[in-house]
């Protein structure tokens, strides 16, 4: 799972084995895991993530 940036705590990766899906990134944090849909920015999947980390970490994707 290549990282794509890091940002304090948090690594952007992808999975190269993810294909035939809308662009979207994953987000990782110690145990914890997120994957967000790029257009629009929103969260498909929440593995460990408090609601407001989400909100944070939603406009770490749109920054970055």
Partial sequence: MPTVVLVGPYSFIFFSSDRGEPAHIH????????????????????????????NQIARLVEEN
Wanted: net charge positive; charged share 35%; glycine share 4%.
């Fill in 27 to 54: 987000v990782k944090r110690d145990r914890q895991i997120a994957k967000f849909w790029l257009h629009p920015i929103s969260v498909e999947k929440n593995r460990g993530f408090q609601e407001y980390e989400l």
